[in-house]
């Protein structure tokens, strides 16, 4: 076999990565291991590594762009040969080089989801068939997939993780490992050659590992107890489907060949659990019930105003003497916005604001954006049949672009007037009628029947506006510091997704825009360590200016997806007119307040109580998706909302 590149870092000489090493070797191995995932933050050697791959096999390294086309991955219509002979002939794609090769695509998580499917499919099958117009045929693609991601980017779906074999998370690196990639990297620029013969030895030996690992893995055996182990691990990690279960034991059988052995052990299955299990972790289970401090405080929060008013007063006493929280309270100290919200609540009672109908207010929970939980299904607010779904981080939806801006993604035929013609599809159109058409000296002569147009794909970005009621109602200590800390956690995630996050809270009169839609989170945290709470609710004036202002938002922002997400018990007592029912009153606001372009989500923060059902009556007049806090806690609302936003 050839010798490591020398425009590259041999394999052997890349630092630490065991795991992703690992990985590349078995599927070097087995030809059964077909696809390959390498995960990691920026400048990690993803990509180093998957290139380097390469010198070992002594195949070609296939680059797949992301913006390649379908027709230039799969392949299509060949027009020289059909305007020639005037009978359609298929032209191969870029996947018909990967046939025999390695396949490389460096951000997968980027690609377009239709365009992965069909890439994933014709790996795994072997096969690329194309069917477009008049053009059917097939063509062998064997190759193995290596790929590369960074999650803090955007995540892939659960089915397309699942279609990789293995995949290989990379560690951060220690102090010397540093060092020493930092002194590689330098030879590596100022003696190439110097580099490559230095590692040339341990090149040979590795490649002399996994040839003799080839030749050992068809004589590899696992015993039915291994195989029972690879199934129970499968089944406790919540892995759905036997993908899983399939590529842990050709792992494990490649694992114990790179060894030199020709049976399978138990510590080769735990190497490979490494590599094929925690990609297919699933959380869509019944989360683990909380902690008994955690329920008990629960408990405490719902028992009523006596129970309450005592917490509370133990809280204020064991917080104000010690400056710390009482051991197992699972609270965090306090800060200013929980001095500004007991004083406010406090000033707003003496001012003839009894506690409503005697009972404690659940606090407020929002959303917490970035952590990978199971989730059930949001409820939709025609169809209240819950279901389970798993929510992953992940790109904003794709919208076709109305102002010629953004990817071409495919051609269609014209409704009227083409404004932006697609030239590549008009002469595929074309080609097959060459020899029936006059020309006239033409090269190739266009009918307006042949006429194709642009569709041309941007990233739609969103913008949520938090409609938070912040009155005394809901001014629980506990609830308000979950709503700043997800708030914050959902501007991280929008840098990513192209989001605009914004605050309004409503309390005592009226509502204050406290952070208009932005994602600068250094300026968000700012504002929202100063959000007091404590007062009455003006739901009514409240739903007036949340509307006022996305309207005017909308249309000054086409194309983008707006949501208002409210979150309050639904208990209004501040009318917008003077002497009316405010509950009323902020229900036929709702009835009559819709917004083109602009859907609205409601969390009942007031659901765990008996009787009151305001906010699911508000959540119907506005057509809203409604969420219940006793169904989705702190930790997984976020990502049932961001859920719904993804739809």
């Known amino acids: 076999m050839p010798s490591g590149p020398v425009n590259g870092l041999p394999f052997t000489a890349v630092v630490g990565m065991d795991d992703a090493k690992r990985a590349l070797e078995c599927a070097i191995v087995s030809p059964s291991i077909r696809t390959v995932l390498l995960r990691g933050g920026e400048g990690t050697a993803k990509t180093v590594l998957a290139r380097a791959a390469a010198g070992l096999t002594g195949k070609k390294i296939v680059n797949c762009p992301l913006n390649v086309t379908e027709e230039q991955l799969f392949g299509g219509l060949d ?75 955007s995540d892939l779906s659960d089915h397309a993780l699942d279609r990789f074999d293995l995949c290989a998370y990379s560690a951060d690196c220690t102090g010397e490992e540093r060092r020493l990639i930092v002194s590689r990297n330098a030879e590596l620029a100022s003696d190439p050659e110097g580099l490559a013969q230095r590692f040339e030895k ?57 060894n030199g052995r020709d049976s399978v052990m138990k510590k080769d299955v735990e190497e490979a659990a490494v590599l094929c299990l925690p990609h297919r972790r699933s959380y869509d289970r019944p989360p683990p019930e909380p902690p008994r401090d ?69 606090g407020e929970m929002l959303f917490e954006i970035g952590r990978q939980f199971r989730v059930i299904d949001y409820l939709d607010s025609r169809e209240r049949v819950p279901s389970r779904t798993k929510a992953r981080k992940g790109r904003r939806a794709v919208a076709v672009s109305a102002d010629g801006t953004g990817r071409y993604a495919r051609a269609k035929i014209p409704s009227g007037h083409p404004s932006d013609i697609a030239f590549d599809a008009t002469i595929r159109a074309a080609a097959p009628y060459q020899s029936e058409r006059h020309k006239d000296g033409l090269s190739i002569a266009i009918e307006d029947r042949d006429i194709r147009e642009k569709v041309r794909e941007r990233r739609s970005g969103a913008t949520l506006l938090f409609l938070v009621d912040a009155s005394g109602s809901l001014g629980v200590r506990k609830r308000m510091a979950a709503v700043k800390g997800a708030v914050l956690s959902m501007l991280r995630d929008s840098y990513v997704r192209r989001d605009r996050i914004g605050l309004m809270a409503f309390r005592r009169s009226s509502a204050e825009m406290v952070l208009p839609p ?22 009514g004036e409240a739903l007036v200016r949340a509307g006022e202002y996305m309207t005017s938002y909308a249309r000054t922002h086409i194309g983008e997806r707006c949501f208002i997400v409210l979150v309050t018990d639904g208990r209004a007592n501040v009318p917008v007119a003077q002497g009316a029912d405010a509950n009323a009153e902020a229900l036929k606001t709702a009835e009559n307040l819709r917004i083109p372009g602009v859907r609205w989500i409601v969390v009942d923060a007031g659901a765990g109580f008996p009787h009151f059902d305001n906010a699911e009556k508000l959540a119907a007049a506005l057509e809203a998706r409604y969420f219940r806090l006793e169904d989705l806690d702190a930790d997984r609302l976020a990502e049932g909302v961001r859920a719904a936003v993804d739809r």
């Open 518 to 539: 932005t994602r600068s989170v250094e300026y968000s945290y700012r504002k929202l360590e100063d959000l007091p709470t404590g007062g009455k609710t003006p739901l």
């Open 202 to 258: 341990s090149q040979e030996e590795e490649r002399e590992k996994v040839s003799r690992a080839a030749l050992i893995l068809p004589m590899v055996t696992v015993s039915d107890e291994l195989i029972s182990v690879v199934c129970e691990l499968c089944q406790k990690v919540g892995a759905e489907g036997s993908r899983g279960d399939i590529a842990m034991v050709e792992c494990a059988e490649a694992i114990a060949a790179l």
């Open 79 to 153: 027009v020289e040969e059909t305007v020639r002979t005037g009978v359609p002939a298929m032209e191969k794609g870029l996947l018909s080089r990967a046939d025999g090769n390695i396949l490389y695509i460096d951000d997968i998580n980027l690609m377009d989801r239709g365009m992965l499917a069909g890439i994933m499919d014709a790996v795994l099958t072997g096969t690329v068939r194309v069917e477009r117009g008049p053009v059917s045929g097939s063509y062998p693609c064997a190759t193995t997939l290596i790929a590369t991601m960074n999650p803090d980017d």
């Open 294 to 362: 955690q329920q008990n405080e629960d408990t405490r929060q719902d028992d009523g105003k006596n129970n309450d008013e005592q917490n509370e007063s133990e809280d204020q006493n064991g917080q104000k003497n010690s400056g710390e929280p009482p051991q197992g309270s699972g609270e965090q100290p306090p800060n200013r916005q929980d001095q500004d919200t007991r004083q406010d609540d406090g000033e707003d009672r003496d001012k003839n604001e009894p506690p409503q109908n005697g009972m404690p207010d659940i």
